[in-house]
């Protein structure tokens, strides 16, 4: 059932991220770009996620209940903001600046075919590969 659960919910996130256009380069591309052709469309689409994220968590996430599918809720233990989390918030961000697409809307436009973004999914799984020798290196 977990499974299932779990397919479910990203084939809606995917076809959200279609729907959404959140999956076209450009689009991102021109939201990012507020000096010059902006489309603000996207701010659209951020406010609505955060709230039903926001009511979602509000209504589900209680100290008094568990969670449907499991014994306890997975959330974060670690709260603190480190250096760690700077770099890779920042190395993502540029990347997500530069290329107008990130991991999850990539992933959901692999239905399209293009050859773009599988070059952009092969770079993504080589940047994961070599993150834990680099995260060594710069948090020394």
Request: with cysteine.
């Amino acid at each position: 059932m977990k499974l299932f659960t779990a397919l479910m919910a990203g084939l809606l996130f995917g076809l959200g991220l279609n729907i959404s256009q959140m999956t076209n380069p450009q689009k991102v591309l021109n939201f990012l770009d507020v000096s010059g052709n902006w489309d603000p469309s996207l701010a659209l689409v951020m406010a609505s996620a955060l709230t039903v994220f926001g009511l979602g968590y509000r209504l589900l996430i209680t100290p008094s209940t568990a969670p449907v599918l499991d014994d306890k809720y997975c959330l974060p233990e670690v709260k603190t903001i480190d250096k760690q989390l700077i770099i890779g918030a920042s190395i993502f961000g540029v990347g997500w600046g530069l290329a107008g697409i990130c991991p999850g809307p990539a992933l959901a436009n692999i239905v399209n075919g293009d050859p773009k973004i599988f070059g952009f999914i092969v770079a993504m799984l080589m940047g994961m590969a070599s993150s834990a020798p680099l995260d060594k290196l710069l948090l020394k």
